[in-house]
């Protein structure tokens, strides 16, 4: 038997990125994973892309800012495979928010899709989580651990994950439920991309000179 046979996981912002890989290796490990994302052609396609490679996948179209689009979407998860026993809260958002910005739109958007949308999912997703056996596995950034200018807000929801999960760890753990943050550094995924391009424009280098200054300060000296 694989290490996760009968599991049944659920991965935030699981059609690209991080979460897409994470979902594969859940899959690869006998999990059926359930991947939701707000953009229904990116989920439709990820899923497909999944059972192409072996994995029990289910696309879920969801918006982790709305309560209706959080509870449904966990609703038809374990209408098809039952209670849930993974929650990777990998959904989130980042960008360039400077304190001096006229418009608090940026600012608004990451904290509720950063930290609002992952207590709805949380929330709805203990609800229907087995006991002894769960686990809320929380996605960060090392921008949980220090600052950085120019991204208040990410950086802010980014310790606030962590914090959370500390509380939570507490809250859950008399139903066997662990919690727990990861904290990735720098990973080949479009926001990274969009995260060089966008610290370059603000420090006025290039995106390649950023890249190669960010490179030269992870001791494995690669992303």
């Not at 290796?25 to 899923?47: D, F, P, Q, W, Y």
């Not at 929330?123 to 056996?133: C, D, E, G, S, T």
């Not at 980014?158 to 919690?179: C, N, P, Q, W, Y």
């Not at 991309?193 to 490179?215: C, D, M, R, V, Y």
Request: charged fraction near 20%; charge should be neutral.
């Amino acid at each position: 038997m694989a290490m996760l046979d009968n599991k049944v996981a659920l991965v935030t912002g699981g059609a690209t990125g991080i979460g897409k890989a994470i979902a594969i290796e859940l899959g690869k490990n006998g999990a059926r994973v359930a991947i939701a994302s707000r953009s229904l052609n990116r989920v439709t396609s990820a899923a497909e892309e999944l059972r192409t490679a072996g994995v029990s996948a289910l696309g879920v179209q969801m918006d982790v800012r709305k309560r209706q689009d959080v509870e449904a979407g966990i609703a038809a998860i374990v209408s098809e495979w039952g209670a849930l026993h993974i929650l990777v809260n990998n959904a989130g958002i980042s960008g360039l928010s400077l304190i001096t910005d006229a418009d608090d739109s940026k600012w608004f958007d990451i904290v509720n899709t950063n930290l609002n949308g992952l207590y709805l999912v949380t929330k709805a997703a203990l609800r229907q989580m087995a006991n002894r056996a769960g686990r809320v596995i929380n996605i960060s950034s090392v921008l949980g651990k220090f600052g950085v200018p120019g991204y208040t807000a990410y950086c802010a929801t980014k310790h606030g994950m962590i914090a959370f999960s500390r509380a939570l760890a507490l809250e859950v753990v008399d139903r066997g439920i662990t919690v727990n943050t990861i904290c990735p550094g720098w990973v080949e995924t479009e926001m990274a991309t969009s995260g060089i391009n966008e610290s370059a424009a603000l420090q006025g280098i290039t995106p390649e000179e950023f890249k190669a200054e960010a490179i030269a300060a992870v001791p494995i000296k690669k992303f």
